[in-house]
């Protein structure tokens, strides 16, 4: 357990630094490619990046579908384009994409840990820091089926890593509930560590499992030194959110006074919407 911890948090430092980096560049990229095409340059730069940064590839990896599926474009039409995905047994199924938007096949993997794999394929809208979509595909006995989808909005590239080892990979992410809030910039926001388990036959929030991920992620936040009067409003905001999900909403609101009393009645302004955004979009604390 210790040791999927570490190697969560190393995961999670190297994911952070890449995601930003990414999410930098991202305008300038697409500024450099037409609609579709951005994926095959980045995802050749997000690989090699990647490779450089993590100790298991278990992120995007086409290479882990070879033999089990692939996905083609099947043809143009009037309204879009239409893909296939089919399986090693010519089980397949047509994908419709009826916006602008690239697909790929992600990463195949056994989900639900019955002996078979499951295909994700991305779905990428092409804006700014947005969005990044994951499909999951499975065999039935007369074809293939979409069985779960996830939106992560900004937060691109998950990890698959069985950090509980219950045989079932969970995906390892990042919250970008907070991004933008109240005015703060994109590289101003909190950064909150996300992590869903997949259980009932789908994915669902399951951060607070993992309370030494949240206590380190504190630890860190503190560390954290900025001027910047924006800056310093995410940390403070980054702060009382991580405290909050570790079922620590009093010390939270005590630690921003003490550590962060320049932002302290910006929060007490914004309590009502935060406590919203928490209890939202994942379902945290439900
Ligand atoms: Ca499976
Ligand atoms: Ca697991």
């Known amino acids: 357990m210790l040791i999927g911890v570490i190697s969560f948090l190393i995961l999670c430092g190297a994911a952070l630094f890449l995601y930003k980096h990414y999410h930098k560049t991202s305008e300038h990229a697409l ?23 993590f100790d298991s590839n278990e992120g995007r990896r086409k290479d882990a579908c070879k033999g089990y599926y692939s996905l083609t474009l099947k043809k143009k039409t009037a309204s879009g384009e239409q893909w296939m995905l089919k399986d090693n047994d010519k089980r397949t199924i047509t994908i419709d994409l009826r916006e602008p938007a690239a ?14 794999k499951e295909a ?27 069985f779960e989808s996830i939106d992560l909005g900004s937060a691109s590239w998950p990890v698959f890593n069985d950090i509980n080892k219950d045989g ?5 992410t990042f919250d970008d509930s907070f991004s933008y809030f109240g005015g703060l910039c994109f590289a101003c ?4 560590p996300l992590i869903l388990c997949y259980r009932n036959q789908k994915f669902s929030d399951c951060t607070n499992q993992f309370p030494a991920i949240l206590d380190r992620s504190i630890e860190e936040t503190l ?21 909050i999900m570790r079922g620590k909403s009093q010390a939270g609101w005590q630690g921003a006074r003490e550590y962060y009393p320049e932002s302290y009645s910006w929060l007490r302004e914004s309590e009502r919407e935060i406590n919203k955004i928490i209890e939202g979009r994942y379902g945290i604390n439900r």
């Open 189 to 192: 926001s909190p950064e909150l």
């Open 31 to 53: 500024s450099q490619h037409k609609e579709g095409e951005i994926l095959q340059d980045d995802t050749d730069e997000r690989e090699r990046r990647q490779g450089a940064f």
């Open 103 to 116: 697909m790929s096949l992600y990463n195949c993997l056994d989900i639900d840990n019955d002996g078979q």
């Open 120 to 146: 994700v394929v991305e779905y990428f809208t092409l804006g700014i820091h947005c969005c990044f979509e994951y499909h999951f595909y499975r065999k039935t006995k007369t074809g293939l089926k979409l």
């Open 223 to 243: 560390k954290e030194k900025l001027n910047n009067p924006f800056y310093k409003r995410g940390l403070a905001l980054q702060y009382l959110v991580l405290q």
């Open 168 to 172: 079932k990979p969970e995906i390892l």
